[in-house]
């Protein structure tokens, strides 16, 4: 089915009531994926895009349903993730400017005009980045721990994630390194390091057992570490800062003071954006 067929035509439709809220799942074909959508409510759209890159939309969905009683909340599972599977990980089909299109072809799909865009971490990146291209799409911006605004910002998250390892997980990510040397096994070695560093990377974790364990649970069961590798060539060479400094569309950017990304990041991606706070 074509990207730009009409909804009723484009969609397989499938009501869910969920504590009263009605939940629409979509299947839309594009570019040879079967993309999962959910949508929940109605009113001035917002697409919510979660983080990794690898996470499915389940991320989202408790913010979705949030949003519901006054906007059309829009949960994808992009490209790789959740019920929008791929039969192979081909880099060339993972990249930053191919998420920016499935994204396109996504809102030409379920027909909106404009939208808002929030994002997690690589979710953040994939929002700026759809801006970047489609700035006149765009109703406003809402960056949660984003990723950063250039690609140079990942030796800086990496140093500021590396600090906060324990000595202990250190010792067991040596143990593991074998592992990521193996075709079969580099998936289940990357899922286990990112629970690691995600559980080392909370301020206190032994204070907070419930939000680890959410952590460890998202990243065995929401979390698909091929789509993650299969990007890393596109992540590594990006600078949105001048196409940009053109977007005029409101923009907040939400950042802990004690997350590896760190406040600096939330600067520099503040800095070329009017509208940014």
Request: no cysteine; proline share 6%.
């Amino acid at each position: 089915i074509s990207a730009t067929a009409q909804p009723e035509t484009q969609a397989v439709l499938a009501k869910i009531n969920v504590a009263d809220i009605e939940i629409t799942e979509r299947s839309i074909e594009h570019d040879g994926v079967t993309f999962r959508v959910r949508e929940f409510g109605n009113g001035a759209a917002v697409v919510f895009l979660t983080g990794g890159p690898g996470f499915a939309g389940e991320q989202f969905l408790s913010t979705a349903r949030a949003q519901a009683g006054e906007h059309l909340a829009i949960v994808p599972d992009q490209r790789g993730t959740g019920g929008s599977t791929v039969e192979t990980y081909d880099p060339t089909k993972f990249t930053i400017d191919q998420a920016v299109a499935d994204l396109e072809a996504l809102r030409v799909a379920l027909d909106v005009e404009r939208w808002s865009l929030g994002g997690h971490s690589w979710g953040s990146l994939l929002s700026m980045a759809y801006a970047a291209e489609h700035p006149d799409r765009v109703r406003s911006l809402a960056l949660v721990s984003p990723a950063g605004i250039v690609s140079s910002f990942w030796q800086s998250y990496q140093g500021n994630l590396m600090q906060r390892v324990a000595p202990e997980s250190m010792v067991t990510l040596q143990t593991l390194r074998p592992a990521r040397q193996k075709p079969n096994a580099k998936g289940d070695y990357y899922r286990e390091i990112n629970k690691i560093l995600e559980t080392d990377s909370i301020d206190d974790p032994d204070s907070h057992p419930e939000t680890v364990a959410a952590l460890q649970n998202e990243m065995a069961e929401g979390m698909n570490p091929m789509v993650s590798l299969s990007m890393q060539p596109s992540l590594m060479q990006f600078d949105l800062r001048p196409k940009l400094a053109e977007f005029s569309a409101p923009t907040i950017i939400i950042q802990g003071d004690q997350a590896p990304i760190g406040r600096d990041t939330a600067a520099r991606i503040a800095a070329p954006i009017k509208r940014a706070s």
